[in-house]
């Protein structure tokens, strides 16, 4: 399959409706890093220890002026319904949850990278101390490269995920698995693929979100209002609602 036909699909992020507005204040959806420098503590979704994970992760990519956190990406998913959205802490949660779809063609921005499953997988020892600087595949170096300090990988994971920064590499994601018609036995594995990422530096734009959805009408209308409150009508499309997220 060629490139352009990757970038024809789509990417998807939670937020829980009680951010909903910091975001249409802010016009973006901001990164864990640029939400702590702003002072703005959003309501988690996120597991703690997953969190923990992700801060000790780091991009450094050639011509970059110094490395980059993790946290300083905004993540998106490439499947609507990802495995965050069946965890317990997530799943009660489900009738607060909108959905954010952005279009795949933002692969092809400046500094936008994916992922061919969680970007937390790195082997990466739960409680240890060690941390890793990636340095993506690129159109140079068709090989993600991984350098832990002050030693390591110490942790048991069997497999861990490749950062890319070239739309070339799209191929090298398990599609079948992503797209629902390949099943892995292997059950962390599976799990690893389908939540395969695709990471935007900073922040955002909302003028990039091409659908919002909720799960059920009420939670539609109420982050209606709130668009109408901020008076985006026409900056945002109209949320609605799907059921089943």
């Given amino acids: ?99 954010l779809e952005i279009e795949l063609i933002i692969l092809n921005e400046p500094e936008v990278l994916f992922t061919d499953g969680n970007a937390s997988m790195q082997k990466l020892s ?26 390591g990988p110490h942790g048991t994971g069997e497999n861990w995920s490749d950062f890319y920064s070239d739309v070339a590499f799209l191929d090298r994601l398990n599609w079948g698995v992503l797209n629902g018609g390949t099943f892995i036995d292997n059950r962390e594995e599976f799990t690893r693929i389908r939540s395969s990422e695709v990471l935007i530096p900073d922040r955002l734009p909302i003028s990039k979100i091409v659908g919002i959805y909720a799960s059920n009408p009420d939670l539609a209308q109420d982050a209606n209002d709130v668009v109408k409150m901020f008076g985006l009508e026409r900056a945002v499309p109209e949320v609605v609602c799907r059921r089943g997220l």
């Fill in 1 to 99: 399959m060629v490139v352009h036909n990757f970038l024809g699909g789509y990417a998807y992020h939670m937020v829980h409706i009680s951010n909903f507005p910091s975001i249409l204040r802010e016009k973006a959806l901001l990164s864990k890093e640029s939400l702590s420098q702003k002072g703005i503590n959003p309501y988690s979704i996120a597991l703690e220890s997953v969190q923990a994970l992700r801060k000790r992760i780091t991009v450094q990519r050639p011509g970059m002026p110094s490395p980059r956190q993790l946290h300083s990406y905004v993540p998106f998913y490439f499947i609507l319904r990802a495995p965050m959205s069946y965890a317990p802490n997530v799943k009660g949660q489900q009738n607060r949850l909108l959905v």
């Fill in 126 to 151: 739960r409680y240890g101390t060690e941390v890793v600087v990636i340095d993506p595949a690129n159109a140079r170096r068709d090989t993600c490269i991984r350098r832990y300090h002050p030693g």
